[in-house]
């Protein structure tokens, strides 16, 4: 049993739902732990890694089998969320836009055709995929995007871009979102290769550094009509994308805060200040008690989440209290975290300081903290503050 499941929450989970959660967190400690700090001070991406994110089924986990997904509900995939944040954000980042940005929305709004030709591929990991639809000047507010699509011979032709797009530089696909003519918002399939689609990468970030960041430049980029999602019609499909992605997001935080907080108590119980370990002062148990309290508090709202996802019951405005919640829960914790290892907290020899910038992004992207506070606000008053 995990030492931070303090409310025994390892009880209410499944037989099934233990194993994803076993294997997933000896994949992490085996496959990422070791490898990711080095990644993340060169800036580089981990590659390597997505053959085997599908063959451990990360990929696309909710996705029917027939597809090459899972079929897995969505405890199973909240724990596996989990279990690779421990490792680190931005491979949890990687798997959120695979599976819930990419396969879920061609599985959703797609043709049979497309879910044959994309998702068995994604699922493998041999296939990257990406989702379109934050631009330059159009990110809280995807309402007012920018970039078009106009009817042509057999097709469409793509015109604008896309910004801060998690995969981008190494994605095969993207799953894209522009208007039409009549400017209704559309779903779409870009593929590399297509002449006009460029993926450049965004560099000198100080959060995310294992994760690749890329834009999405379309400059007349012809998309044939077996491309476009024929389901995925108006602002409403991309945000039950986001719903999708944010539900994971709930999750993965956790194991990033669990990963913090696990190493700073070992860290008290061994420094030793003023003939005794750190653990033994006031403030110091203080912050571990509280920090333990708030990891179980997410831990609750997150599983009992998980129970309304699994019965199709999660409304958005609940998905939008626990991504709120438990990312601001996971930051704090490694905030204090990193206070309790003093200067040692900066050092990559521990995780603290790498999780610590990667939740500075996690909780801006997929709706900010102040978004998704005012998403609550609109709830209980019925007037929505951000129009």
Same mark, same amino acid.
């Given at each position: ?224 009509? /077996?491309?476009?999602?024929? $389901? ?6 991309? +945000?039950?994308? %986001?719903?999708?992605?944010?539900? *994971? !997001? ?109 939740? /500075?992004?996690?909780?801006? $992207? ?6 998704? +506070?005012?998403? %609550?606000?609109?709830?209980?008053? *019925? !007037?929505?503050?951000?129009?």
């Amino acid at each position: 049993m995990p030492t931070t499941d303090f409310f025994n929450i390892y009880d209410l989970l499944t037989t099934e739902q233990k194993l994803v959660m076993s294997t997933i967190r000896e994949f992490s400690d085996r496959e990422i732990k070791p490898i990711i700090e080095d990644y993340a001070q060169k800036a580089e991406f981990p590659v390597h890694l997505m053959k085997k994110f599908g063959e451990i089924g990360v990929f696309g986990a909710t996705i029917p089998v027939e597809y090459g997904g899972g079929g897995l509900d969505y405890i199973s995939y909240g724990l596996m969320c989990q279990e690779i944040e421990r490792g680190d954000s931005g491979m949890r980042s990687t798997i959120s836009v695979q599976s819930s940005l990419v396969m879920w929305p061609i599985f959703a709004f797609g043709s049979e055709e497309q879910k044959r030709k994309f998702l068995p591929g994604l699922a493998s990991g041999d296939m990257l995929g990406c989702f379109g639809l934050t631009e330059p000047d159009h990110g809280s507010n995807p309402a007012g995007m920018q970039t078009r699509i106009s009817k042509t011979a057999n097709g469409y032709v793509l015109n604008g871009s896309k910004m801060w797009i998690s995969n981008a530089p190494f994605a095969d696909i993207a799953v894209v979102w522009a208007r039409d003519e009549e400017g209704k918002m559309r779903g779409l399939i870009a593929e590399r290769g297509m002449e006009g689609f460029s993926t450049p990468e965004i560099h000198n970030k100080w959060s995310l550094r294992a994760s690749a960041t890329g834009e999405l430049v379309f400059n007349d980029v012809f998309i044939p009509e /077996e491309n476009i999602l024929p $389901y995925a019609l108006g602002l409403k499909a991309p +945000l039950q994308c %986001l719903d999708k992605a944010r539900y *994971g !997001i709930s999750w993965g935080v956790i194991g990033a805060a669990m990963d913090c907080y696990e190493t700073a108590v070992q860290y008290a119980a061994e420094r030793v200040q003023f003939d005794k370990p750190i653990a033994a002062f006031q403030l110091t148990q203080k912050k571990l008690a509280e920090m333990l309290t708030e990891i179980t508090k997410a831990q609750l709202l997150a599983w009992r989440l998980g129970t309304l996802m699994n019965d199709g019951q999660a409304t958005t405005t609940q998905i939008s209290m626990a991504k709120r919640n438990n990312v601001a829960m996971a930051l704090n914790v490694a905030r204090e975290c990193r206070q309790i290892l003093g200067g040692m907290g900066i050092l990559g020899e521990y995780p603290i300081m790498r999780h610590m910038m990667n939740l /500075e992004s996690v909780i801006t $992207y997929e709706g900010t903290h102040d978004i998704h +506070l005012l998403i %609550l606000g609109a709830e209980i008053t *019925g !007037i929505p503050a951000f129009k």
